[in-house]
């Protein structure tokens, strides 16, 4: 009889091929159920891949390019679905003592199976029965203000045709993912860019564009109203404008009301 029982699904994020080879293997020999539904390789397609695949745990990389792996578990706690998540690091990294702590699951580089598997049978116990895990989002807080502030544009140079657009960011109302360009829709028009929108989400105000689908960033200044259309749908409206944006379930949970 074929078992109907849903697998469970898994993320690694790693920059470094060798390393997230071996996570890889580590998982498949310690659990053959796991499917790996995405091997990101920094953090920026991490937190892209994990939108788009929703899987139930991630192992990231602490240290990553573009988004740290501390950077993409913080974004990942804020959704309405967090994943289960543990952490892969390097000896002596800062965080370590922070993890003994707050009892959070890590493993070190390079993976040993004792420890992953011991890491795995706490993921398994915690999906199996629904039980509050440690508080990443208090851990995160103590750990992230550390980071370098990220330099963020002072304009935004878009394509118009012949014309190369120089548009401030508070200008623009919403960024959307179109094809291999990104449109920037700002006042008094719109105007595509090359940046997908996954690169330009790391350089924004994140207190001011919220990212509310994989593919639209919108200025929060702009929004008017969030509408639910159903369980799992709800949409923007926007201040003077008729354009509706989409609402993933991931991003729900920013418009709820007081």
């Not at 990389?61 to 573009?66: A, E, F, H, T, V």
């Not at 118009?160 to 179109?178: N, Q, T, Y």
């Not at 090359?194 to 001011?208: C, F, S, Y």
């Not at 200025?219 to 509408?227: D, G, Y």
Request: charged share 25%.
């Amino acid at each position: 009889m074929t078992s109907t029982t849903p697998r469970c699904t898994a993320l690694i994020a790693d920059d470094e091929e060798g390393p997230r080879e071996q996570l890889r293997a580590a998982l498949t020999r310690l659990w053959p159920e796991l499917e790996i539904v995405a091997a990101s390789e920094h953090g920026v397609d991490a937190w892209d891949d994990f939108l788009a695949l929703e899987p139930q745990i991630c192992f990231l990389d602490i240290r990553m390019p573009g988004l740290t792996g501390l950077e993409v578990a913080r974004r990942m706690a804020a959704t309405d679905h967090p994943p289960q998540v543990v952490f892969v690091t390097a000896f002596g990294d800062h965080a370590l003592s922070a993890f003994d702590a707050g009892a959070v699951d890590y493993v070190m580089k390079p993976v040993d199976d004792e420890r992953l598997a011991q890491a795995i049978e706490r993921v398994r116990a915690r999906l199996q029965t629904p039980q509050p895990g440690p508080d990443l989002q208090a851990l995160l807080k103590q750990l992230l203000p550390a980071a370098a502030a990220p330099v963020r544009p002072r304009l935004i140079q878009a394509s118009l045709g012949r014309e190369v657009k120089m548009i401030a960011p508070e200008e623009v109302i919403f960024f959307e993912s179109d094809n291999r360009y990104t449109r920037v829709v700002y006042q008094g028009g719109e105007a595509l860019i090359r940046t997908p929108l996954k690169e330009l989400l790391t350089t924004l105000d994140a207190e001011v564009f919220w990212q509310v689908h994989r593919s639209v960033l919108v200025n929060s200044r702009h929004v008017a109203s969030a509408l639910r259309v159903d369980e799992n749908s709800m949409v923007l409206t926007l201040k003077g404008r008729e354009d509706k944006l989409p609402v993933s379930r991931q991003f729900q949970g920013l418009f709820k009301g007081q």
